[in-house]
DNA sequence: CATGAATGAGCCTTCATTCAT
DNA sequence: TATGAATGAAGGCTCATTCAT
């Protein structure tokens, strides 16, 4: 009579929350344009009215959950800028570690197919992603890798493009999970990558004589 | 009665064509849903009923342009199974070029970027480029190094994992260009990336004293 | 329990004056189904519930404020009734004056427009109006008006539309004020107007060597 | 079988002539916010979406029908400042006559409830009703009376105000007619009351032993 | 009494699809 | 074949009204 789920919820500092959670959902699932409204309200549990009162438009909404989706992320960033910048092994494994615990636990790669797939229709949100996000990952690791030539520990070459190619295989193996793991692919075993692949690449940039 | 001016008139066979090819500027652009037929009628230079008379829907298009983009790639993967299963590093440099020049000469990353932005609504046609084109690849890639691994050119591993590593980065680079480019990222040069990347990879995969 | 602070605690009775007064404002300003419930109750200074403890519908706050605005006015058209037989002009002379300060001290006007522009969509009160209000007036004064004919001092003609030549002007200076002159339009001095028309019409209406 | 109503009217050019028609109607019964598409499309006799092909939005529509009403009264105000500038009764009588005729086959008294009763939410209708059709013509009449003031025809007095004492009468039995006789009201003979009215005003603006 | 979050019916607008010409 | 006017089913959004607190 008392507990339980009462008809009004009269939650207003959790309906965001839900709303969001519910649209990345429909939006992963149809995109942006062919999601409706109603099946996002359904979804968060609640009229379709009820969402206008969190949200001014459909876009507010994306935007909410392609924005939201990147502060967890920042953390990752940050903490790749801040790793002891050591050896580089040590730096990789341990960014990998993170890396793929964020990929697990949340609809990161989700938000990434949305971004990819809307980005003409949303170039802010496209920037938004590149300058705060993904530019910075690069960057940093660039950065890191170039120190890395400098102490002569890697190959020459650009290390720009020795960035891409360290996260390259995650970004793939999350898209590949999104699209061809529905219809019947065999999917990637994150971690086991990440593993083989770091091994790969600091073999690969190693110079002779400096392997680790 | 006897036909006037002929000279602007398109014969019957080629307007397939002229839709799909303005079909997948206006997909690339806006995505499915937001594609309006209106406009792909426009860049087609016929009128909105036109359309019709080719395709039944505009769902019909839609596959239309991502079936037919699979066909020239085809032959790439084909080309890549069929070259000579000798040294490994033979064939991924053969491969290479011929990849970086359909990325260059056709719009396989707009179509790439539409299959992964559509799958959930089109999973018919992400199965269709999954096994035709990028499981086939994959696997002719995967069967390549398990030979090489056979041989003792390559070290242990997942094959396939390997197989994975070796696209990854082109593929994202694609996608970059497709995604990131357009709102002022700094965009990726493909073939010195690939060289690179294919260098990087063969001395990682490499066992140690059979460096290439 | 107590009551706490009843320093800004209005008493019911007030309530329902202050929304419709509230109301006026905001249907003189945007009509009938243009006017919010959100913007009636923030004006009147309470929230929407309680805007729907005093009033069922909106229709029905629409209706009050239509009706409240007739009172007043019918003491005016009470007066003019009374008012001594006597000579036309005095008689005219008087109500002038009493309409002038009805019209400069009530929202007459804006109600005015009110009815005419939702006369189509609240048909009774269109006819409580017109038979509350605007015939009561035009009868007293046609009466007056008939008198004065047979009493020699007005010329022949149909005193109805002597009597609606009479009022016009002032109609028209109350609907233009609220129309036009809120777009840049020059505006009319009431009392001046209604000086001298009446003096106008006074003397067109006389019957030569009769004039006041 | 060949002529009657076809189904698809293909009648291009008349539709936006037809969709005012139908629109004048419904915004005047209903003013325009309680206004539906749908009735305004099915008394146009055609679909929802082919309203859209001829106009914008709904507020187009509007703009279209209040603006539109100008055109034939411009007319009527142009022969008025023209008409013979000479006596002014002869020119009251002349511009009454035409005044009469537009009032009689022109919808302008519904157009006039609708600038009335929306000029708050659509002042720039407001001000072109002012600006090019109310104010040019209270503006020639304005001239014409000062003239014949300075003539000796017309006792001193606001030449402005004179002029708005001679529209107001009818400006107010076509207001009458559009609010108060669908209520059961008694209507006006609208050309009796111009006559009369004329009657009466030149007589009360003639100077003594000036009578015309 | 009062609040304001929540509801849900309704309307404007869009657009894939049809069809008379 | 080709046209493009026309259709009609949706869907985003609004807002009068309700109701748990």
Redesign the pocket.
């Given at each position: 009579m008392d507990g339980g789920e009462?008809?009004?919820?009269?939650?207003?500092d959790e309906?965001p929350a839900e709303i969001v959670e519910a649209a990345l959902a429909v939006f992963a699932e149809k995109g942006f344009a062919a999601?409706?409204?109603?099946e996002i309200a359904r979804r968060a549990g609640?009229?379709?009215?009820?969402v206008?009162?969190y949200f001014?438009?459909?876009?507010e909404i994306f935007r909410a959950v392609v924005v939201r989706a990147i502060a967890p992320n920042v953390a990752a960033v940050k903490a790749m800028i801040s790793t002891h910048p050591g050896p580089l092994p040590d730096l990789l494994r341990g960014v990998a570690r993170h890396v793929a615990g964020v990929i697990e636990t949340t609809p990161i790669g989700a938000v990434l197919k949305m971004v990819v797939g809307e980005a003409r229709n949303f170039p802010e949100l496209a920037r938004v992603w590149h300058d705060e996000l993904v530019a910075q990952a690069l960057g940093a690791l660039t950065d890191a890798i170039a120190g890395a030539q400098a102490r002569g520990e890697v190959r020459p070459g650009d290390p720009r493009a020795y960035a891409l190619q360290l996260i390259s295989p995650i970004l793939v193996a999350v898209l590949w999970r999104e699209t061809f793991v529905p219809v019947g692919a065999q999917g990637f075993d994150v971690r086991a990558l990440m593993a083989q692949h770091i091994d790969t690449i600091l073999h690969g940039m190693a110079l002779e004589g400096a392997r680790s």
């Amino acid at each position: 009579m008392d507990g339980g789920e009462p008809k009004f919820r009269r939650r207003k500092d959790e309906r965001p929350a839900e709303i969001v959670e519910a649209a990345l959902a429909v939006f992963a699932e149809k995109g942006f344009a062919a999601a409706k409204l109603d099946e996002i309200a359904r979804r968060a549990g609640m009229s379709k009215g009820a969402v206008y009162l969190y949200f001014e438009t459909k876009e507010e909404i994306f935007r909410a959950v392609v924005v939201r989706a990147i502060a967890p992320n920042v953390a990752a960033v940050k903490a790749m800028i801040s790793t002891h910048p050591g050896p580089l092994p040590d730096l990789l494994r341990g960014v990998a570690r993170h890396v793929a615990g964020v990929i697990e636990t949340t609809p990161i790669g989700a938000v990434l197919k949305m971004v990819v797939g809307e980005a003409r229709n949303f170039p802010e949100l496209a920037r938004v992603w590149h300058d705060e996000l993904v530019a910075q990952a690069l960057g940093a690791l660039t950065d890191a890798i170039a120190g890395a030539q400098a102490r002569g520990e890697v190959r020459p070459g650009d290390p720009r493009a020795y960035a891409l190619q360290l996260i390259s295989p995650i970004l793939v193996a999350v898209l590949w999970r999104e699209t061809f793991v529905p219809v019947g692919a065999q999917g990637f075993d994150v971690r086991a990558l990440m593993a083989q692949h770091i091994d790969t690449i600091l073999h690969g940039m190693a110079l002779e004589g400096a392997r680790s």
